[in-house]
Structures are given as structure tokens and as C-alpha cells.
């Protein structure tokens, strides 16, 4: 793990934060979907709203999150500069537009919509992970070996989420043209996006942030070693066996799922051990971000894994609901609170005349009760969400309100931290012209 970070290789400000600012937009625009479609998008994973609101989550919010962290980690933690600052920030507009028309693409249902957005986001999220993998294969910080094999494994996971996704429109902009088992390659390109992209990466900079933002001590070794690569290695089977036919589909399935269940229970039941034992006693509201990833990744899993759990009314949206609301937006929701405030800081004592004496501390650019006051909000649209997939008629509306309070809470917290940049960038800029008069 590496403890110290470098600064020699940082992308423009604007590159990281551009990714990182949208995030929280989209997740309100799924809430905002959800708010207006009501129970009927609750009936099932394959409504029209929700398979919108789960792309303008999974696509606008939770991808748009991790690539933007990857652009600042892979400088700083790994010591590699990440090249062609202008080709991500147009894969950055690409991949915003691209997910706004694949939403309305499955809400309308129009070929030319689907066809629209493969076209936008094909090339964007291929040229990302070109732009990130280019700078992996460079030499890297000793210390960071573990993150940089672990996202490195979840880069080649969306690639293959990006080549299935891509399948998949192009069935429904050019029906007929490429017949495919769309059932199964959905259930493919759902594993692959969640487990595979979301979930190795988010283990794999678990590994640096929490001990390094939450003060713990390390993971095991032979986890940081070797479980992205098991997991990635068991989705490839799992991949193959799922087409199998038969009983041997069933029996390597069940196999592999346990399997995948077992580590990714392993990562969680030792990330709780971590910050159980923290050096900081006080749990913070990141603290308690990274304890309802973690609660509900470990649900996750015991729901996954249960006999009943496929054939069972409302187990597919309670697993989407854990793993991509519960686990990686909690997780991504906790980190923003301390990448973005650090950004703002670093560049502010970088180019503010003072340096650090002049510009706030980190911690206090976003204030503590606003950031508990979004876990607040953010842990009962959960439990909401969860509770809509059972009772919809009851809960959807409810759930889906909550969800985007606790969006627009982000969106005004982390908004606050821009506010201080500006602050002090005009203030300085005042200094400077009375003293050239």
C-alpha cells in the first residue's frame, strides 16, 4: 500500500473534477425518473423506467465517478501520468450525453435512440479505458503494485461490460440484424458492470483510501495479492459456464457463485475489521459511508446465494438495489467527500499567494453536520429503495423522494467546496491587482 502520494504528474483540476461534479447530477436524475414513474417501475428489473434509471445510475453516476477518481488516483497514488487531458475531456462529454440518450432510449424505445447512444458511448468508454490503461503499463509506485493490478483486472471487466452493452443496443437499434440470447447476455453485462467493473475496482482502491483516509491499518496481504485476480478469473467461468447447457450450467453457476460470494464477503468482513479497530475512535460520516457499502455488499452476498433467491418475486431488483445503490454508490458517495475537498485544497495552496496558511484544511471545506445530515438522508432512501421492492405501491414514491434529497444534499455539499475555491481564486486575484496599481 502506499502511504505517500505524488504530485509531480497531476492532471488540470478540471479533468478529475468535471467526471466527479456529474456523478451526483445523474444519481438525481434516476431518482427524479424513479419519482415520476411511481410503482410501475418497480414491477420488474425490465420496465422501461427502470432499466432507464439504472443506467442513468450505473453509466452517469457510479462510471462517471470511478473514471474521474482513476484520472486523479493513478497520478497521485501510483506515480503515472495520465496523457491527452483533451481527449478525456471530451470522452467526458461523450459519455454524458450518451448516457442521458440511452436513458431515453429505453424509456421511448426508438432504434435511432439506441443507435445514438452506442455511437456516443462506445468510443467514450473505449478512449477512457485506453487513457487509463496507457498510463497502468508505465512504472508505477512500489507501494501501489496491489491497486494497480487490482485496476487493472477492473478495467478489462468494463471493457468486456462495454463490447456486451454494445451487442445489446445494437439488437435493439438494428433489430434482427445479430440474433442474441438477450436474457442471458443482459444477466452477462449485469455481472460484468457490477462485479467485475464496480466491484474490483472499488476493492481495489479500498486497499489504498481506507487506510489511507480512515486512518486503518492494512489489508491482509494475500488478499491485496490475489483476490481481484480470483475474481476476475471466476467471472470468467462463470461467464462460460452460464452458456453451458443443462445441468452443468446450473452446477458451475451455483459453484462459481459461492465461490464469488465467498471473496467479496472476505474483502467486506475485513474492511469491517479495519474500521472497527481505526485509530480515529470517532466514527466520521465517510466512516459510516464505507459501513453501509460494506452491510450491504454482505447482504449482497447471503441474498445471492440463497437456494430460493433466483425464482424468488422482487430478488433481482433487492440485489440491484444492494449492490449498485447500497454498495458502490455508498462507497463512491463517501470517497467524493474526500477527494474532491482534497482537490480543492491541493490546487488551492498551489496557486493561492500564502499556500497553506491561507486556504482552509481539508476536513473543513465541506462542513462535518452537512456530510452527516447526506448519510442521514442517503441511509433511509436505502432502506427505503430496499422496502419499495417488496411493497412498490406503498414505497416507490417515498424511496425515490428520499434518493433525490440526499442527491441534491451532494450535489449543494460538494458545491460548497467549489465556492471556497472561487472565494479565495478572486480574493487572491484582488491582492494581485492592488498591488500591480
Known amino acids: 500500500m502506499q502511504r505517500s502520494l505524488t504530485f509531480s504528474h497531476n492532471p488540470p483540476l478540471s479533468l478529475p473534477l468535471r467526471f466527479l461534479l456529474c456523478a451526483p447530477v445523474f444519481a438525481l436524475l434516476a431518482g427524479a425518473l424513479l419519482l415520476w414513474a411511481g410503482p410501475a417501475a418497480f414491477a420488474s428489473r425490465w420496465t422501461s423506467a427502470m432499466l432507464a434509471a439504472t443506467h442513468l445510475l450505473t453509466l452517469g453516476c457510479l462510471c462517471m465517478a470511478m473514471l474521474g477518481s482513476l484520472l486523479q488516483i493513478l497520478p497521485s497514488v501510483a506515480g503515472v501520468p495520465i496523457g491527452r487531458h483533451r481527449a478525456g475531456a471530451a470522452a467526458h462529454a461523450a459519455l454524458c450525453a450518451g448516457a442521458v440518450t440511452l436513458a431515453a432510449a429505453f424509456l421511448l424505445e426508438r432504434p435511432l435512440l439506441f443507435a445514438a447512444a452506442l455511437v456516443l458511448l462506445a468510443p467514450a468508454l473505449f478512449g477512457l479505458v485506453g487513457l487509463c490503461a496507457a498510463a ?15 485496476t487493472r483486472t477492473a478495467l478489462a471487466a468494463l471493457a468486456v461490460t462495454t463490447v456486451l452493452g454494445a451487442l445489446l443496443a445494437s439488437q435493439f437499434a438494428w433489430p434482427g440484424t445479430l440474433p442474441l440470447p438477450l ?44 483476490l481481484t485476480p480470483w475474481l476476475f478469473i471466476l467471472l470468467v467461468v462463470l461467464s462460460v459456464a452460464s452458456g453451458l447447457p443443462g445441468r452443468a450450467a446450473r452446477a458451475f453457476t451455483h459453484s462459481g457463485t459461492l465461490a464469488a460470494a465467498a471473496g467479496f464477503t472476505a474483502f467486506g468482513l475485513a474492511t469491517c475489521m479495519l474500521l472497527v479497530r481505526r485509530k480515529r475512535p470517532k ?64 490546487h488551492l495552496q498551489n496557486t493561492v499567494e ?46 425515490a423522494a428520499m434518493f433525490c434529497l440526499s442527491a441534491c444534499l451532494l450535489c449543494i455539499n460538494l458545491a460548497h467546496a467549489l465556492r471556497v475555491h472561487a472565494r479565495l481564486r478572486r480574493r487572491d486575484d484582488a491582492v494581485a491587482i492592488l498591488r500591480s496599481a
Open 183 to 226: 436474457l442471458h447476455v443482459t444477466d452477462v453485462h449485469a455481472a460484468w458492470g457490477l462485479l467485475g467493473w464496480t466491484g474490483l475496482l472499488i476493492v481495489g482502491v479500498a486497499y489504498q483510501v481506507v487506510p489511507m483516509f480512515q486512518v486503518t491499518a492494512l489489508y491482509p496481504g494475500w488478499m491485496t495479492r490475489s
Open 136 to 150: 497502468l503499463w508505465q512504472r508505477h509506485a512500489e507501494g501501489a503494485t496491489s491497486m494497480v493490478a487490482a
Open 283 to 346: 466514527a466520521e460520516a465517510t466512516t459510516l459511508f464505507w459501513y453501509a457499502a460494506i452491510a450491504s455488499l454482505l447482504a449482497a452476498c447471503v441474498l445471492g446465494v440463497l437456494p430460493a433467491a433466483p425464482s424468488a418475486t422482487g430478488t433481482p431488483l433487492l440485489l440491484g438495489v444492494l449492490l449498485v445503490a447500497g454498495f458502490a454508490f455508498s462507497a463512491i458517495n463517501g470517497m467524493l467527500y474526500k477527494i474532491v475537498p482534497f482537490l480543492v485544497w491541493y
Open 354 to 399: 500564502g499556500g497553506c496558511r491561507s486556504v482552509p484544511s481539508v476536513t473543513s471545506m465541506i462542513p462535518a453536520p452537512w456530510v452527516q445530515r447526506q448519510f442521514h438522508t442517503h441511509a433511509a432512501a436505502l432502506v427505503l429503495l430496499l422496502g419499495a421492492c417488496v411493497r412498490p405501491e406503498m414505497l416507490a414514491r417515498p424511496a
